[in-house]
């Protein structure tokens, strides 16, 4: 569990906070803290913003230390507004960045034909990777300049031990046939390798720690699966719901990680980190020249697809 840490003067935004989620609890426990939470979500925002502040409320912290915005990563627009919207009201003071939102599809049927963007990306490595990718890019100049005054910033990146699935050549030419959870590992691969590009390149200018997290296995909305109908499947139902909660963490518990990896002073960047401790990654993430090969190439990737947006037509 990660140990309480008086987050006051901290400014914080956690992607991904629908309820039931692991940035939920993340986000929860931070503003409890006192830090000033900023939550993103595609969908029902102000469900999300009223049930974190009744939370906060019951607890008898500030509930006014959250608010909700709206941020769909597939969506360059999107990403764009959020990010102005911050700058703005938030007067560019942004010290910590939890990416924890994500997406992991056909679970079950994983075989399936690849699920794409309307910009022509496989889903998950668009949401999971390049939207991170894209989000993180707009507000690094926030993390450089509050890591130069306050001397602590940090982005933290939830990602999944299923990187292990996967290898480093596929990020670029993968030829392999459709499978959803290697697609999931890869964009999480890609996160990995993301993550210690940050650390590489702004901890010791800019004092921006960043920090790679698995979670564990959680029971969240991610992992929930579509329910069977008719009275059998009431029944089949309520087997997985409870064998899940037997095999699967809770959202708190599966937040602790990146409670800890926002707020523990000092963190030991550039690391992957599982139940609050620093574990090993797959060899795969060791490869430097692919971190840095994978971010030149992101870095193109971005700027095609915001040029695309400016002229109001699809990449492809």
Not at 248 to 264: E, F, I, R, Y
Request: with cysteine.
């Amino acid at each position: 569990m990660a140990e309480e840490v008086d987050m006051s003067s901290r400014n914080v935004i956690v992607t991904g906070a629908s309820p039931n989620s692991i940035g939920y609890e993340t986000a929860k426990i931070l503003a409890s803290w006192g830090a000033t939470v900023v939550v993103t979500s595609i969908h029902n925002i102000e469900l999300m913003q009223s049930s974190l502040r009744r939370d906060l409320r019951i607890i008898g912290a500030d509930e006014k230390k959250i608010t909700a915005y709206t941020l769909d990563l597939c969506d360059v627009d999107s990403v764009n507004n959020f990010t102005t919207w911050y700058r703005k009201n938030y007067n560019d003071q942004l010290h910590i960045l939890v990416n924890n939102a994500g997406i992991h599809k056909n679970i079950l049927n994983p075989r399936k034909k690849p699920p794409m963007t309307k910009d022509g990306f496989e889903i998950h490595w668009r949401t999971n990777f390049l939207g991170t990718f894209h989000l993180t890019s707009l507000l690094l100049p926030l993390l450089k300049q509050n890591g130069l005054e306050s001397g602590d910033a940090r982005v933290v990146n939830v990602t999944s031990h299923l990187h292990d699935r996967v290898k480093n050549k596929s990020m670029f030419n993968n030829d392999e046939d459709y499978h959803s959870w290697n697609a999931y590992g890869l964009s999480k691969l890609a996160l990995i390798h993301f993550t210690f590009e940050i650390q590489r390149r702004f901890a010791r200018k800019y004092n921006l720690q960043s920090a790679a997290v698995h979670p564990g296995s959680v029971m969240t909305n991610l992992t929930q699966i579509e329910e069977f109908e008719g009275k059998i499947g009431y029944l089949l139902n309520r087997i997985c719901s409870a064998l899940a909660s037997v095999v699967l963490l809770s959202p708190v518990s599966g937040a602790q990680t990146s409670v800890m990896c926002a707020s523990k002073y000092p963190l030991q960047g550039g690391s992957y980190y599982v139940r609050c401790e620093i574990a090993e990654s797959s060899g795969e993430t060791k490869d430097q020249n692919v971190s840095k090969l994978l971010w030149d190439k992101s870095e193109a990737w971005v700027k095609t697809l915001v040029k695309a947006s400016s002229y109001g037509h699809e990449q492809y």
